[in-house]
């Protein structure tokens, strides 16, 4: 469960929070003692910030700071102004480009509709999750004991996109003069977005789902999925696909999640996280449909490649050691357990002395020593220590693992 810190004037405290509550932990800090104090906002563990314009006013030099502390994890916040739309040739919100540059990851104008308020929640708090499953993969990766160049670029490429992204968002508010804000922030979003009424039919939709089903140049709006599979014969499946998805959602009656692959006519497939929010009218019918999909082609093919380096290394019958710098065990495969005698479960952990002979008691430093200068040691013969006591032959190629 997601961590929502809520930072609005009791006058907006009428944000529409309470459909967050049943899937997110919404924090409203106490302030009733000392209105006028500062509040310590960093105790408090949260995954997104909410804040209006008056607490960012108030604690903007923070924000930023706490960004920068969380590195590289993305901290997302998303500000509630009351500006409303000004015209073309002024300024649409009272604070500047400049000001919000670095700090406001969305922003979203009062009075605020419940659906999207949830749009924006969610869409912030995917790109943490995967920035968070990006840096866990890359500490994954400091642990292994053999080069791992071919996974490493495909995770830098993944955290380049995603900051790449990052940036896109500070481009949308210089667009704000020539369209409306909803169109401005659907194109200009990585994701996949459409909206559809309570019988289906496309109502809006983003560049990047009509560039996905080579839709730019149909008239969409007011059309189902199926009668778009009619003018597309290649997408015709994927979208049938789509609308029986649809049908789950709207019979679960809440947010639904779920992975979509799409076929494309170039011969690629897409891999998208896919969100869906059914609305309602108050009497239950249907209303409306909102559809979210972010394109994880690349993080799932790094994780199969992780997967298949890490069964690479288990089924070796070479012994595959890592360990720290200082000598410590921190990975053992099958190979290591069939040479030495000893299971990963009772050597991880110990020092990588537990294998040197008594004739030799310096040879484990000497060697630590000269990778910590960055050396590499190829076909190096020496003489462990089984666990059984008996002395062996081996020949040790040992590398540093350095930081991408």
């Given at each position: 469960m997601s961590r929502i810190l809520l930072l609005v004037d009791r006058l907006q405290q009428h944000l529409p929070i309470a459909h967050l509550n049943t899937e997110h932990q919404v924090i409203l800090p106490d302030r009733t003692s000392e209105p006028n104090s500062d509040f310590p906002i960093t105790q408090i563990a949260f995954d997104l910030c909410i804040l209006d314009e008056a607490n960012f006013d108030r604690i903007g030099p923070l924000v930023e700071a706490l960004k920068a502390a969380?590195?590289?994890?993305?901290?997302?916040f998303l500000l509630v102004t009351k500006s409303q739309m000004s015209a073309v040739s002024e300024p649409p919100f009272s604070l500047t480009a400049n000001q919000l540059q670095g700090k406001?990851?969305?922003?979203?104008?009062?009075?605020?509709?419940a659906t999207q308020l949830h749009l924006r929640v969610?869409?912030?708090?995917?790109?943490?999750?995967?920035?968070?499953?990006?840096?866990?993969?890359?500490?994954?990766?400091?642990?292994?004991?053999?080069?791992?160049?071919?996974?490493?670029?495909?995770?830098q490429t993944a955290n380049e996109n995603l900051q790449?992204?990052?940036?896109?968002?500070?481009?949308?508010?210089?667009?704000?003069?020539?369209?409306?804000?909803?169109?401005?922030?659907?194109?200009?979003?990585?994701?996949?977005?459409c909206f559809k009424d309570g019988e289906g039919r496309w109502q809006e939709a983003n560049q990047g789902i009509l560039e996905l089903f080579e839709?730019?140049?149909?008239?969409?709006?007011?059309?189902?999925?199926?009668?778009?599979?009619?003018?597309?014969?290649?997408?015709?499946?994927?979208?049938q696909a789509c609308e029986v998805s649809d049908r789950a959602a709207w019979e679960k009656g809440t947010l639904s999640r779920g992975e979509e692959v799409i076929s494309r006519s170039d011969g690629t497939l897409k891999i998208y996280d896919v969100i869906k929010v059914p609305v309602f009218h108050p009497d239950g019918r249907r209303k409306s449909i909102v559809i979210l999909?972010?394109?994880?082609?690349?993080?799932?093919q790094a994780q199969d490649e992780l997967v298949r380096l890490a069964s690479i290394v288990e089924s070796s019958d070479d012994g595959i050691v890592g360990k720290t710098l200082a000598g410590t065990i921190l990975s053992w495969n099958a190979g290591a357990e069939n040479i030495y005698g000893y299971c990963a479960q009772e050597i991880k952990g110990k020092s990588i002395e537990i294998l040197a002979i008594p004739e030799r008691?310096?040879?484990?430093?000497?060697?630590?020593?000269?990778?910590?200068?960055?050396?590499?040691?190829?076909?190096?013969?020496?003489?462990?220590?089984?666990k059984d006591g008996k002395q062996i032959d081996v020949c040790l190629t040992i590398s540093p693992i350095k930081d991408a």
């Open positions: 969380a590195e590289p994890i993305f901290l997302p406001i990851d969305d922003l979203i104008v009062s009075p605020v509709d969610e869409n912030l708090l995917a790109r943490r999750r995967l920035s968070i499953e990006i840096h866990r993969l890359q500490e994954v990766i400091k642990e292994r004991t053999f080069t791992q160049s071919l996974l490493i670029d495909s995770l790449g992204e990052i940036a896109k968002q500070a481009e949308v508010e210089a667009a704000l003069r020539s369209n409306s804000y909803l169109d401005l922030l659907m194109n200009a979003m990585p994701d996949i977005v839709l730019s140049a149909v008239e969409y709006c007011g059309l189902t999925d199926a009668q778009l599979g009619e003018l597309s014969s290649f997408y015709r499946s994927a979208l999909g972010r394109d994880i082609t690349e993080y799932k008691p310096k040879e484990m430093a000497q060697i630590l020593e000269n990778i910590r200068a960055g050396a590499t040691i190829d076909h190096y013969e020496t003489v462990h220590l089984r």
